[in-house]
Protein backbone atom coordinates (compact mmCIF):
# COMPACT_ATOMS: atom_id res chain seq x y z
CA UNK A 1 0.00 0.00 0.00
CA UNK A 2 1.09 3.25 -0.55
CA UNK A 3 2.13 5.30 2.42
CA UNK A 4 0.58 8.68 1.72
CA UNK A 5 -1.16 10.25 -1.08
CA UNK A 6 0.59 12.09 -3.30
CA UNK A 7 0.73 15.50 -3.31
CA UNK A 8 0.56 17.48 -6.03
CA UNK A 9 2.18 21.01 -7.00
CA UNK A 10 0.22 23.81 -8.88
CA UNK A 11 2.92 23.13 -11.31
CA UNK A 12 6.03 20.59 -12.01
CA UNK A 13 9.19 21.50 -13.05
CA UNK A 14 10.52 19.38 -16.44
CA UNK A 15 13.97 18.61 -17.57
CA UNK A 16 13.67 17.09 -20.63
CA UNK A 17 16.30 20.03 -22.28
CA UNK A 18 18.28 19.46 -19.63
CA UNK A 19 19.63 15.78 -21.48
CA UNK A 20 21.29 17.95 -24.04
CA UNK A 21 25.10 18.37 -24.23
CA UNK A 22 24.88 22.28 -23.82
CA UNK A 23 26.03 23.00 -27.19
CA UNK A 24 23.77 25.90 -29.16
CA UNK A 25 21.79 23.66 -31.93
CA UNK A 26 22.65 20.16 -29.92
CA UNK A 27 20.43 17.97 -29.29
CA UNK A 28 16.58 17.70 -29.09
CA UNK A 29 16.07 21.40 -27.81
CA UNK A 30 19.36 22.77 -29.04
CA UNK A 31 19.24 25.57 -25.95
CA UNK A 32 22.92 26.56 -24.48
CA UNK A 33 22.67 25.42 -21.18
CA UNK A 34 25.43 25.53 -18.23
CA UNK A 35 25.71 24.16 -15.26
CA UNK A 36 25.65 27.64 -13.17
CA UNK A 37 22.44 28.80 -15.25
CA UNK A 38 20.80 25.19 -14.09
CA UNK A 39 22.17 25.89 -10.48
CA UNK A 40 20.50 29.48 -10.48
CA UNK A 41 16.85 27.60 -11.99
CA UNK A 42 16.71 25.12 -9.49
CA UNK A 43 17.22 28.12 -6.67
CA UNK A 44 14.50 30.39 -7.98
CA UNK A 45 12.87 27.31 -8.64
CA UNK A 46 13.69 26.41 -4.23
CA UNK A 47 12.92 29.99 -3.31
CA UNK A 48 9.53 30.01 -5.32
CA UNK A 49 8.34 26.19 -3.29
CA UNK A 50 8.24 24.81 -6.75
CA UNK A 51 9.45 21.45 -5.48
CA UNK A 52 8.75 18.74 -8.11
CA UNK A 53 11.31 17.80 -10.72
CA UNK A 54 10.19 15.37 -13.95
CA UNK A 55 13.02 13.64 -15.51
CA UNK A 56 13.78 10.32 -17.43
CA UNK A 57 16.24 8.08 -18.38
CA UNK A 58 15.83 8.53 -21.97
CA UNK A 59 16.64 12.89 -21.72
CA UNK A 60 20.05 12.45 -23.43
CA UNK A 61 20.19 9.13 -22.13
CA UNK A 62 21.01 9.49 -18.59
CA UNK A 63 22.51 13.50 -18.96
CA UNK A 64 18.91 14.54 -17.65
CA UNK A 65 18.89 13.00 -14.49
CA UNK A 66 22.50 12.99 -13.89
CA UNK A 67 22.68 16.78 -13.75
CA UNK A 68 19.55 17.16 -12.07
CA UNK A 69 21.45 15.07 -9.14
CA UNK A 70 23.96 17.31 -9.18
CA UNK A 71 21.63 20.75 -9.35
CA UNK A 72 19.82 19.23 -6.51
CA UNK A 73 22.81 17.83 -4.15
CA UNK A 74 22.38 21.51 -1.84
CA UNK A 75 19.26 21.07 -0.87
CA UNK A 76 17.86 18.40 1.26
CA UNK A 77 16.14 15.41 -0.01
CA UNK A 78 13.22 15.98 1.58
CA UNK A 79 13.10 19.57 0.03
CA UNK A 80 12.38 18.50 -3.73
CA UNK A 81 10.45 15.33 -5.02
CA UNK A 82 11.73 13.40 -8.58
CA UNK A 83 9.36 12.42 -11.09
CA UNK A 84 11.35 10.29 -13.76
CA UNK A 85 10.46 7.14 -15.71
CA UNK A 86 10.48 3.46 -17.25
CA UNK A 87 11.09 3.39 -20.68
CA UNK A 88 10.05 -0.11 -21.93
CA UNK A 89 12.54 0.36 -25.48
CA UNK A 90 15.21 0.74 -23.20
CA UNK A 91 14.73 -2.06 -21.31
CA UNK A 92 17.57 -4.61 -20.50
CA UNK A 93 17.89 -7.82 -20.91
CA UNK A 94 18.30 -9.26 -17.10
CA UNK A 95 15.26 -10.67 -14.92
CA UNK A 96 13.93 -7.04 -13.44
CA UNK A 97 14.78 -4.94 -16.10
CA UNK A 98 12.45 -2.22 -14.41
CA UNK A 99 14.29 -2.33 -11.11
CA UNK A 100 17.54 -2.19 -12.84
CA UNK A 101 16.88 0.50 -14.88
CA UNK A 102 15.21 2.25 -11.44
CA UNK A 103 18.70 1.70 -9.87
CA UNK A 104 20.57 3.31 -13.04
CA UNK A 105 17.74 6.42 -12.29
CA UNK A 106 18.50 6.45 -8.28
CA UNK A 107 22.27 6.48 -9.04
CA UNK A 108 22.31 9.36 -11.64
CA UNK A 109 20.11 11.17 -9.33
CA UNK A 110 22.07 10.31 -6.02
CA UNK A 111 19.34 9.29 -4.14
CA UNK A 112 17.48 6.11 -2.74
CA UNK A 113 14.03 6.50 -3.88
CA UNK A 114 12.02 8.10 -5.95
CA UNK A 115 8.65 10.01 -5.09
CA UNK A 116 6.92 9.71 -8.50
CA UNK A 117 7.78 6.73 -10.85
CA UNK A 118 6.42 6.30 -14.27
CA UNK A 119 5.82 4.08 -17.00
CA UNK A 120 6.66 5.99 -19.77
CA UNK A 121 4.39 4.74 -22.86
CA UNK A 122 2.25 1.98 -23.03
CA UNK A 123 4.26 -0.47 -25.20
CA UNK A 124 3.15 -3.81 -23.44
CA UNK A 125 1.01 -2.85 -20.17
CA UNK A 126 0.59 -6.48 -19.09
CA UNK A 127 3.94 -7.40 -19.42
CA UNK A 128 5.68 -3.82 -17.60
CA UNK A 129 2.97 -2.56 -15.16
CA UNK A 130 3.41 -5.79 -12.52
CA UNK A 131 7.08 -4.45 -12.30
CA UNK A 132 5.80 -1.54 -9.97
CA UNK A 133 4.71 -3.74 -7.22
CA UNK A 134 8.07 -4.76 -5.91
CA UNK A 135 9.18 -1.25 -6.30
CA UNK A 136 6.35 0.16 -4.24
CA UNK A 137 6.39 -2.76 -1.52
CA UNK A 138 10.47 -2.00 -1.31
CA UNK A 139 9.57 2.19 -0.88
CA UNK A 140 12.24 2.66 -3.59
CA UNK A 141 9.09 3.95 -5.48
CA UNK A 142 7.01 5.70 -3.67
CA UNK A 143 4.25 6.45 -5.68
CA UNK A 144 3.44 5.55 -9.59
CA UNK A 145 1.68 6.73 -12.43
CA UNK A 146 1.36 6.06 -16.50
CA UNK A 147 2.49 8.35 -19.06
CA UNK A 148 1.16 8.35 -22.72
CA UNK A 149 -1.63 5.63 -21.94
CA UNK A 150 -5.09 6.06 -23.60
CA UNK A 151 -7.70 4.91 -21.43
CA UNK A 152 -8.41 1.44 -21.94
CA UNK A 153 -4.25 1.40 -21.41
CA UNK A 154 -4.88 3.44 -18.01
CA UNK A 155 -7.46 1.02 -16.78
CA UNK A 156 -5.58 -1.91 -17.32
CA UNK A 157 -2.44 -0.57 -15.30
CA UNK A 158 -5.04 0.10 -12.82
CA UNK A 159 -6.53 -2.85 -12.78
CA UNK A 160 -2.99 -4.90 -12.58
CA UNK A 161 -2.06 -2.42 -9.76
CA UNK A 162 -5.12 -2.97 -7.94
CA UNK A 163 -4.63 -6.46 -7.32
CA UNK A 164 -1.92 -6.05 -5.54
CA UNK A 165 -3.38 -3.20 -3.60
CA UNK A 166 -2.30 -0.71 -5.51
CA UNK A 167 -3.69 1.85 -8.14
CA UNK A 168 -2.64 4.24 -10.89
CA UNK A 169 -1.54 7.89 -8.89
CA UNK A 170 -1.26 9.83 -11.65
CA UNK A 171 -1.57 10.13 -15.49
CA UNK A 172 0.82 12.28 -17.74
CA UNK A 173 0.45 13.02 -21.27
CA UNK A 174 0.54 15.76 -23.71
CA UNK A 175 -1.64 18.40 -23.20
CA UNK A 176 -1.62 22.16 -24.65
CA UNK A 177 -4.58 24.27 -26.81
CA UNK A 178 -2.86 23.06 -29.48
CA UNK A 179 -3.51 19.21 -28.27
CA UNK A 180 -6.27 18.81 -26.19
CA UNK A 181 -6.77 14.82 -27.44
CA UNK A 182 -6.55 13.61 -23.49
CA UNK A 183 -9.59 15.95 -22.97
CA UNK A 184 -11.61 14.91 -26.28
CA UNK A 185 -11.06 11.15 -25.36
CA UNK A 186 -12.12 11.72 -22.03
CA UNK A 187 -9.02 11.26 -19.87
CA UNK A 188 -9.39 14.51 -18.21
CA UNK A 189 -13.11 13.91 -17.07
CA UNK A 190 -11.70 10.24 -16.17
CA UNK A 191 -8.88 11.87 -13.92
CA UNK A 192 -10.83 14.24 -12.15
CA UNK A 193 -14.11 11.98 -11.10
CA UNK A 194 -11.25 9.90 -9.42
CA UNK A 195 -8.67 12.66 -8.17
CA UNK A 196 -6.18 11.11 -9.97
CA UNK A 197 -3.82 14.10 -10.87
CA UNK A 198 -3.56 14.74 -14.60
CA UNK A 199 0.09 15.95 -15.30
CA UNK A 200 0.45 17.77 -18.73
CA UNK A 201 3.37 17.82 -20.80
CA UNK A 202 4.48 20.31 -23.67
CA UNK A 203 2.12 22.89 -22.58
CA UNK A 204 4.17 25.37 -24.60
CA UNK A 205 4.67 22.93 -27.38
CA UNK A 206 8.13 23.41 -26.92
CA UNK A 207 8.94 27.18 -26.97
CA UNK A 208 6.68 27.10 -30.33
CA UNK A 209 3.15 28.76 -27.81
CA UNK A 210 5.76 31.20 -25.95
CA UNK A 211 5.39 33.80 -28.46
CA UNK A 212 9.60 34.55 -28.77
CA UNK A 213 10.11 32.15 -32.02
CA UNK A 214 8.56 33.03 -35.34
CA UNK A 215 9.59 32.63 -38.94
CA UNK A 216 12.29 35.58 -38.07
CA UNK A 217 12.96 33.84 -35.11
CA UNK A 218 12.99 30.34 -35.28
CA UNK A 219 13.66 27.38 -33.10
CA UNK A 220 17.45 26.79 -32.40
CA UNK A 221 18.56 25.55 -36.07
CA UNK A 222 19.79 21.81 -36.52
CA UNK A 223 17.52 21.05 -33.08
CA UNK A 224 14.88 18.28 -33.39
CA UNK A 225 12.21 20.72 -31.84
CA UNK A 226 13.32 23.26 -34.55
CA UNK A 227 12.41 20.11 -37.34
CA UNK A 228 9.15 20.06 -36.30
CA UNK A 229 7.59 23.22 -35.20
CA UNK A 230 9.63 25.95 -37.54
CA UNK A 231 7.47 24.88 -40.47
CA UNK A 232 4.18 25.45 -38.14
CA UNK A 233 5.03 29.17 -36.53
CA UNK A 234 3.44 31.13 -39.03
CA UNK A 235 0.05 28.86 -38.54
CA UNK A 236 0.59 29.83 -34.20
CA UNK A 237 0.77 33.81 -34.93
CA UNK A 238 -2.89 34.71 -33.97
CA UNK A 239 -2.52 32.15 -31.43
CA UNK A 240 0.11 33.60 -29.63
CA UNK A 241 -0.78 37.18 -30.38
CA UNK A 242 -3.94 36.74 -28.48
CA UNK A 243 -2.11 34.80 -25.38
CA UNK A 244 0.23 37.87 -25.54
CA UNK A 245 -2.92 40.24 -25.67
CA UNK A 246 -4.54 38.80 -22.78
CA UNK A 247 -1.27 38.62 -20.75
CA UNK A 248 -0.95 42.08 -21.06
CA UNK A 249 -3.98 43.32 -18.97
CA UNK A 250 -2.56 41.41 -16.57
CA UNK A 251 1.14 41.76 -16.15
CA UNK A 252 2.04 38.47 -17.88
CA UNK A 253 3.21 37.63 -20.77
CA UNK A 254 1.86 34.61 -23.61
CA UNK A 255 3.80 31.56 -21.86
CA UNK A 256 2.56 32.42 -18.77
CA UNK A 257 -1.01 32.74 -19.82
CA UNK A 258 -0.53 29.28 -21.53
CA UNK A 259 0.21 27.80 -18.58
CA UNK A 260 -2.80 29.34 -16.29
CA UNK A 261 -4.89 27.75 -19.20
CA UNK A 262 -3.77 24.29 -18.59
CA UNK A 263 -4.15 24.96 -14.86
CA UNK A 264 -7.60 26.13 -15.21
CA UNK A 265 -8.05 23.04 -17.01
CA UNK A 266 -7.32 21.50 -13.17
CA UNK A 267 -4.41 19.97 -15.04
CA UNK A 268 -0.68 20.24 -13.57
CA UNK A 269 1.43 21.48 -16.47
CA UNK A 270 4.90 20.06 -16.15
CA UNK A 271 7.06 22.95 -17.81
CA UNK A 272 10.51 22.82 -19.29
CA UNK A 273 12.62 25.30 -17.14
CA UNK A 274 15.60 26.08 -19.05
CA UNK A 275 16.43 29.90 -17.37
CA UNK A 276 16.00 31.15 -14.34
CA UNK A 277 13.42 33.77 -15.40
CA UNK A 278 10.68 30.97 -16.23
CA UNK A 279 10.46 30.42 -12.63
CA UNK A 280 9.04 34.03 -12.13
CA UNK A 281 6.78 33.14 -14.91
CA UNK A 282 5.74 30.14 -13.28
CA UNK A 283 4.60 32.20 -10.27
CA UNK A 284 2.77 34.85 -11.97
CA UNK A 285 1.11 32.08 -14.04
CA UNK A 286 -0.11 30.83 -10.95
CA UNK A 287 -1.76 33.94 -9.83
CA UNK A 288 -3.95 34.74 -13.39
CA UNK A 289 -7.66 34.16 -13.36
CA UNK A 290 -9.03 33.93 -17.05
CA UNK A 291 -12.22 34.45 -17.99
CA UNK A 292 -14.62 31.72 -19.71
CA UNK A 293 -14.33 33.89 -22.61
CA UNK A 294 -10.46 34.18 -22.70
CA UNK A 295 -10.54 30.35 -22.35
CA UNK A 296 -13.21 29.87 -25.16
CA UNK A 297 -11.27 32.51 -27.62
CA UNK A 298 -8.19 30.67 -26.97
CA UNK A 299 -9.48 27.25 -27.91
CA UNK A 300 -10.70 28.77 -30.88
CA UNK A 301 -8.06 30.49 -32.32
CA UNK A 302 -6.01 27.23 -31.47
CA UNK A 303 -8.65 24.77 -33.59
CA UNK A 304 -8.18 27.54 -36.33
CA UNK A 305 -4.23 27.16 -36.28
CA UNK A 306 -4.72 23.59 -37.63
CA UNK A 307 -1.99 21.51 -36.64
CA UNK A 308 -1.11 18.39 -35.21
CA UNK A 309 1.76 18.65 -32.72
CA UNK A 310 1.33 15.17 -31.41
CA UNK A 311 5.28 13.54 -30.68
CA UNK A 312 6.43 10.88 -32.82
CA UNK A 313 6.59 8.75 -29.49
CA UNK A 314 2.54 9.44 -29.15
CA UNK A 315 -0.26 7.33 -30.27
CA UNK A 316 -3.74 8.44 -30.95
CA UNK A 317 -5.77 9.10 -27.34
CA UNK A 318 -9.50 8.07 -29.08
CA UNK A 319 -10.72 5.20 -27.72
N1 LIG B 1 6.06 11.70 -20.63
C1 LIG B 1 6.48 12.09 -21.80
O1 LIG B 1 6.47 11.35 -22.79
C2 LIG B 1 6.99 13.49 -21.96
C3 LIG B 1 7.16 14.03 -23.25
C4 LIG B 1 7.57 15.34 -23.36
C5 LIG B 1 7.85 16.09 -22.21
N2 LIG B 1 7.72 15.53 -20.98
C6 LIG B 1 8.04 16.29 -19.75
O2 LIG B 1 7.38 17.55 -19.79
C7 LIG B 1 8.33 18.60 -19.71
C8 LIG B 1 7.84 19.80 -20.49
O3 LIG B 1 7.90 19.55 -21.87
P1 LIG B 1 9.03 20.20 -22.79
O4 LIG B 1 10.15 20.63 -21.95
O5 LIG B 1 9.27 19.22 -23.87
O6 LIG B 1 8.28 21.43 -23.47
P2 LIG B 1 7.49 22.72 -22.94
O7 LIG B 1 7.38 22.76 -21.48
O8 LIG B 1 6.25 22.80 -23.76
O9 LIG B 1 8.46 23.87 -23.47
C9 LIG B 1 9.68 24.11 -22.86
C10 LIG B 1 10.38 25.24 -23.59
O10 LIG B 1 9.54 26.39 -23.62
C11 LIG B 1 10.32 27.56 -23.42
N3 LIG B 1 9.85 28.23 -22.20
C12 LIG B 1 9.54 27.68 -20.99
N4 LIG B 1 9.12 28.63 -20.13
C13 LIG B 1 9.17 29.79 -20.80
C14 LIG B 1 8.86 31.13 -20.45
N5 LIG B 1 8.41 31.45 -19.25
N6 LIG B 1 9.05 32.09 -21.39
C15 LIG B 1 9.49 31.78 -22.62
N7 LIG B 1 9.80 30.53 -23.02
C16 LIG B 1 9.63 29.56 -22.11
C17 LIG B 1 11.77 27.13 -23.27
O11 LIG B 1 12.40 27.28 -24.54
P3 LIG B 1 13.92 27.78 -24.63
O12 LIG B 1 14.72 26.75 -23.89
O13 LIG B 1 14.18 27.80 -26.09
O14 LIG B 1 14.00 29.14 -23.99
C18 LIG B 1 11.65 25.66 -22.88
O15 LIG B 1 12.74 24.89 -23.29
C19 LIG B 1 9.64 17.98 -20.21
O16 LIG B 1 10.78 18.74 -19.83
C20 LIG B 1 9.55 16.61 -19.60
O17 LIG B 1 9.90 16.68 -18.22
C21 LIG B 1 7.27 14.27 -20.84
New binding site residues.
Given amino acids: MTIDNLKTPTVAL ?4 WGDSGETGNGY ?1 G ?1 HLTPSGLEKVADKAHAAGFTLW ?3 VVYGMGRSETVLGEVLKRYARSDYQLST ?1 FTPQAAGTGEAPVADMLEQSLARLGTDYIDLY ?1 I ?2 PADVARWTPHLIPLLKSGKVRHVGV ?2 HKLSDIELANQILGAAGFRVEAV ?1 N ?1 Y ?1 LLYRSSEQAGILDYCRKRDIPFFA ?7 AL ?1 G ?1 YSPENP ?1 PQGSDRAKHYNGLLPQLKALTDKLASIGQKQGA ?1 A ?2 IATAWAIAKGTTP ?6 P ?2 IE ?1 LVRANSITLTRDDMAELESLADAADVNTR ?1 W ?1 EQEMSV
Fill in positions: GTWAFSDTAKWHNSNQHSYMVLEQGSKLAPEIIGVTKQYSGW
